[in-house]
């Protein structure tokens, strides 16, 4: 992205909310009201998506290939995902299952392993046939359930910072974000819940919720769901719900939402196999819901990619039923990781909000006497061959996140070893 396509994202006002547009303009630096600018030629691109520039993720990865430094910007792992799932896909592909156009709602077995992982791990029952559904990625259950469900003039909430395609597909939906901010303390970002029922109006249609969250690593607590729950229910609201990181818990554990009262007739689960099985490039997702939600969420999905990847959703079949030392190795690993990358950056003198879940690190850079994540981040690379993520770019209110940075450690322990000795030069 360049410096003016950045500075566009950064000052666009996102129409949605007086509040938010306030807050954009302090982080880009205006002390009072913007002139408005002439609205000149008609733009080629839709003007829901003017503020969505090329993704901070591009940005950083070029930056990242330009200076030869070690990429812990991005979310991908270095190592690909278990050897025998890889085999499953070779095998299907071999065999001709999956090379032409899978069923609209994924391959029967994947649905049925879908349906027995949500029943083994978490005691919900979905049925295959009619509660599960296939999707490329997590990304697209994301879009097609607020295509499906969001209409111009809803409202919906989602926790800031959040993962960038939220706001993208809100606003492809014609809706309103209504961030309700997640605030670090102790160590850790907490959901305010009095925030979150001030933000509920009679537009809100429905709560998008991440947890495990990316980017604060933040696991809701059974109390937080209990009580997000409660309002859904009191309010009568729809919950779209990403628990893409739902194995990769540390500290505590992961309950899904759907599991609280009142809340399976009323949430659309949203998961993948990407960062379970370490495979983002494969983007098999899928969503779990009452017949009513997923028929709904079908009908945009339809019309998106309508089906993908035949023969990866064999594998995944095979995936979701590894035993459970699988998903043991792969949080005890991940655990190790963190922990490596969490005391590296602590030698270099961040302060580090220890992640109870995902693979990302969030921390403050002003004990390094800075406070702008955006130029730390462009200037990381020179500085010591390392390139991270500015948190500001997860947020509407950007002056909220503009000290902090994020780190992803699904690295080879090495490369984790390396980048840490190179961050400690910021120390010096
Ligand atoms: C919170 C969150 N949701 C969804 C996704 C995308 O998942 P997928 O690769 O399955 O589309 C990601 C990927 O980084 C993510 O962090």
Redesign the pocket.
């Given at each position: 992205m360049s410096a003016r396509e950045t500075a566009a994202r950064e000052t666009a006002a996102p129409g949605a909310g007086a509040h938010r547009t306030a807050a954009r303009g302090t982080e880009a630096g205006g002390t009072g009201p913007r002139p408005s600018p002439d609205p000149g030629p008609r733009p080629l691109l839709n003007r829901r998506l003017a503020e969505f520039g090329t993704t901070i993720f591009a940005e950083m990865s070029a930056l990242a290939v330009r200076t030869g430094a070690i990429n812990l910007g991005q979310?991908?792992p270095d190592t690909d995902g278990p050897e025998e799932v890889r085999e499953a896909a070779v095998r299907a592909l071999r065999d001709g299952r999956g090379n032409q156009y899978p069923p609209g709602p994924g391959i029967p077995e994947l649905r049925t392993a879908v349906a027995e992982h949500q029943l083994a791990r978490y005691a919900l029952t979905y049925d295959p046939d009619t509660e599960v559904l296939i999707t490329?990625?997590?990304?697209?259950?994301?879009a097609a359930a607020l295509l499906a469900l969001v209409e111009p003039g809803d409202e919906v909430i989602a926790l800031e910072p959040y993962?960038d395609?939220y706001a993208a597909c809100v606003a492809m939906a014609g809706g309103t974000r209504v961030p309700v901010t997640l605030r670090p303390r102790d160590g850790a970002y907490h959901l305010d819940l009095d925030e979150l029922r001030d933000a509920v109006t009679d537009r809100t249609r429905l709560i998008l919720l991440?947890t495990p969250?990316?980017p604060t690593g933040t696991v809701l607590t059974r109390a937080e769901l209990a009580a997000v729950a409660e309002l859904a229910v009191e309010r009568d609201l729809l919950v779209v719900t990403?628990e893409?990181?739902e194995h990769l818990v540390y500290d505590g554990e992961h309950t899904p939402l759907a599991s609280f009262p009142g809340m399976r007739e009323r949430t659309v689960t949203?998961s993948?196999?990407?960062?379970t099985f370490s495979f983002?490039g494969w983007?098999?997702?899928w969503v779990t819901a009452t017949p009513e939600l997923v028929t709904a969420v079908r009908s945009a999905k339809q019309f998106l990619t309508y089906v993908s990847a035949g023969p990866f959703q064999y594998a995944v079949a095979e995936a979701l039923r590894l035993p459970d030392t699988y998903f043991e190795g792969l949080r005890a690993d991940l655990r190790r990781k963190r922990d490596l990358l969490s005391a590296g950056l602590t030698a270099a003198g961040f302060e580090v909000y220890r992640p109870a879940g995902?693979y990302f690190v969030t921390t403050d850079i002003r004990p390094l006497g800075e406070s702008d994540g955006f130029a730390f981040c462009r200037a990381l690379p020179e500085r010591c061959g390392v390139v991270a993520v500015p948190n500001a770019v997860f947020y509407d209110h950007r002056d909220q996140g503009a000290p902090f940075v994020r780190f992803a450690f699904c690295k080879k322990d090495d490369v984790l070893h390396e980048a840490a000795d190179r961050l400690r030069r910021l120390a010096a």
């Open positions: 979310g991908f490329a990625g997590a990304t697209e259950a994301i993962y395609s991440n969250h990316n990403d893409v990181y949203i993948s196999a990407g960062k983002t983007k098999v997702g995902t």
